[in-house]
């Protein structure tokens, strides 16, 4: 497996693990990435970190960032709520009791800059509640108002023969009527052109949208000693090269993208061919 499709899958795992609460497993798979340290990692290396409440370890991670990428708007959003969330008077590696005693604080602040390590999956009606608005109103600067996602979502057009769509206010729901994959992660001639097609009708809104990439499998496991280790790798393979696709033909910038993976579970058909695919989650940006 490529080395950049490695860095992907295994960026998506930690992502998928801190999303769940375990942060400890996803530092771990992070710090054991070959190679030099890129901004994503770094990126996701101190959300993970202010989530513990580690203040200091998530703006060293963010400050390693800034080096790499000057400028970059997300990571000096990162390290100013960092700033505010320190409490008043505290300066780097001094005051740890007045630290301890606002760890409530800091952690319902962190929650914020966690906002983006999800793992989008097929939607189960459920939503997640709110962080407690006094809290955040107290730890986080007022920030603008995201536009509101349902104006948006209003004017994307996404009639691409091949695709089937379907709306809700908060997101455009994606499927593909055939397989886009005819083994492992080889796109079809087909589905690369339905992906190019679908970047096209994109494009006009890469500024304004996030598209969650899920990869899917059939049910049939993994045989042993393949280029996969599991469905849930090849599914996270697939998510990758589509987001590729779909990035190159959109313009969408790589970080409003999510890649996640369903592996065999709740396949979006009901036949295993079909489920060689992946769907997507477009929903209007949040940062």
Not at 74 to 94: N, S
Not at 106 to 130: F, H, N, S, W
Not at 138 to 146: E, H, L
Not at 254 to 266: K, N, P, Y
């Amino acid at each position: 497996m490529p080395p950049s499709i490695t860095r992907e899958l295994t960026l998506a795992q930690a992502r998928a693990l801190a999303r769940d609460g375990r942060y400890a497993e996803a530092v771990d798979l992070l710090e054991d990435l070959p190679g030099d340290t890129s901004v994503a990692v770094l990126d996701l290396l101190a959300r993970v970190h202010a989530q513990q409440g580690d203040l200091d370890r998530a703006d060293q991670c963010w400050a390693e960032a800034e080096k790499i990428a000057p400028g970059a708007t997300e990571i000096a959003a990162g390290r100013r709520r960092i700033a505010a969330m320190r409490p008043v008077g505290r300066r780097r590696g001094t005051g740890r009791a007045l630290l301890a005693g606002c760890t409530v604080l800091v952690t319902a602040a962190a929650l914020a800059l966690l906002v983006d390590i999800r793992m989008e999956t097929a939607r189960l009606g459920a939503a997640q509640p709110p962080a407690a608005p006094v809290v955040v109103t107290q730890t986080v600067p007022a920030s603008p108002s995201p536009p509101a996602e349902r104006d948006v979502l209003a004017g994307v057009r996404l009639q691409v023969p091949g695709v089937r769509v379907s709306r809700s206010r908060q997101e455009i729901s994606v499927a593909f009527e055939d397989a886009l994959f005819s083994e492992g992660a080889t796109l079809t001639r087909r589905g690369r052109a339905v992906l190019g097609d679908l970047g096209a009708r994109l494009r006009p809104y890469a500024g304004e949208i996030e598209v969650a990439v899920i990869g899917h499998t059939d049910r049939n496991a993994i045989l042993p000693g393949g280029e996969y280790a599991s469905n849930t790798d090849l599914g996270l393979a697939r998510a990758v090269y589509v987001r590729e696709v779909l990035r190159a033909a959109s313009r969408i910038p790589t970080t409003r993208f999510a890649v996640s993976s369903m592996g065999g579970l709740m396949p979006p058909f009901r036949d295993d061919a079909r489920n060689r695919t992946v769907t997507l989650r477009i929903s209007g940006a949040t940062r």
